[in-house]
T-cell receptor
Framework: SQQGEEDPQALSIQEGENATMNCSYK?????LQWYRQNSGRGLVHLIL?????REKHSGRLRVTLDTSKKSSSLLITASRAADTASYFC?????????????FGKGITLSVRP | GAVVSQHPSRVICKSGTSVKIECRSL??????MFWYRQFPKQSLMLMAT?????????EQGVEKDKFLINHASLTLSTLTVTSAHPEDSSFYIC????????????FGPGTRLLVL
């Protein structure tokens, strides 16, 4: 079953603008991760934020985590056409003997040149 | 960084045949590997988790006899789609972790399966 739900489902912005994507989840987590997927390709890990962290930065990426609201946001600043892709949040939690990564439905980001 | 490869990248087969997909960790030993399936414009759905040397743990609704998983070594896991049907056509992605609770999961590039 899917744990994360992203919104919006699709986002279209102009190059140079910021893109904000949100993710909500239902159960307790160890960490939350954001991935990017270009059409027909594999996943690229973008950033991981642990359950005891509130904000993290990596280059043009900024991710926040609010465990009380069970939500996260990914901000891409100064977007580029090359940022066009699908973005997924994934929650990581330990179930039984293994740690499981569960993905949301994804957000399609289009950055217009 | 850690690299995971998959082979083949694309495969077309006839209905009723079996297809094997390989997933290799190239520069690290993976105690745990995961297999996901992704339908067009949808999310990744976890199919099964495999630990080296033991039987895979399948997610609810995934047929064990249909999707055979073998994790024979610390660098190789295989997924065999047996008696494939058109509805098995999908994008299959594997990923690997170095240790059971390692945070980082490394993903392969995926295998596009088309069953005619």
């Amino acid at each position: 079953s899917q744990q994360g739900e992203e919104d919006p489902q699709a986002l279209s912005i102009q190059e140079g603008e910021n893109a904000t994507m949100n993710c909500s989840y239902k159960t307790s987590i160890n960490n939350l991760q954001w991935y990017r997927q270009n059409s027909g390709r594999g996943l690229v890990h973008l950033i991981l934020i642990r359950s005891n962290e509130r904000e993290k930065h990596s280059g043009r990426l900024r991710v926040t985590l609010d465990t009380s609201k069970k939500s996260s946001s990914l901000l891409i600043t100064a977007s580029r056409a090359a940022d066009t892709a699908s973005y997924f949040c994934a929650t990581d939690r330990i179930t039984g003997a293994n740690s499981k990564l569960t993905f949301g439905k994804g957000i399609t980001l289009s950055v217009r040149p | 960084g850690a690299v995971v490869s998959q082979h083949p990248s694309r495969v077309i087969c006839k209905s009723g045949t079996s297809v094997k997909i390989e997933c290799r960790s190239l520069d690290f030993q993976a105690t745990t590997m995961f297999w996901y399936r992704q339908f067009p414009k949808q999310s990744l759905m976890l199919m099964a988790t495999s630990n080296e040397g033991s039987k895979a743990t399948y997610e609810q609704g995934v047929e064990k006899d249909k999707f055979l998983i073998n994790h024979a070594s610390l660098t190789l896991s295989t997924l065999t789609v047996t008696s494939a049907h058109p509805e098995d056509s999908s994008f299959y992605i594997c990923s690997a972790r170095i240790r059971h609770y390692q945070e980082t999961q490394y993903f392969g590039p995926g295998t596009r399966l088309l069953v005619l």
